[in-house]
């Protein structure tokens, strides 16, 4: 059964960092896309970022594009989402995300808030 489980978020000051963790289980990560996505309160679920099957190429929207860092390990089947100088705008639910076996798939999201 695949599952994904987000954690890692929390409150921070603007400027800020933290690392989101999506565990992956049920497939291995290596072998779909994966993506970030985030929804902040009153908006749409919009895409924050994707790394290819296998970690080879990634690609950020451009409101997060030199700020965040997405990654994977595949000896632990984790995707991590590295946010640096975080805004208050950064603020939403983050969730992880893959297309495996035809289907969709979403964790259950890790609230960021960035705050003074």
Do not use: H
Not at 13 to 32: V, W
Not at 37 to 53: C, D, F, H, M, N
Not at 65 to 93: C, H, W
Request: positive net charge; glycine residues 12%.
């Amino acid at each position: 059964q695949v599952q994904l489980v987000e954690s890692g978020g929390g409150l921070v000051q603007p400027g800020g960092s933290l690392r989101l963790s999506c565990a992956a289980s049920g497939f291995a990560i290596s072998t779909y896309d994966m993506s970030w996505y985030r929804q902040a309160p009153g908006k749409e679920r919009e895409l924050v970022a994707t790394i290819t099957s296998g970690g080879t190429s990634t690609s950020y929207k451009d409101p997060v594009k030199g700020r965040f860092t997405i990654s994977s390990d595949k000896a632990k089947n984790t995707m991590y989402l590295q946010m640096n100088s975080l805004k208050p705008e950064d603020t939403a639910v983050y969730y992880c995300a893959t297309v495996a076996r035809g289907r969709d798939y979403w964790g259950q999201g890790t609230q960021v808030t960035v705050s003074s």
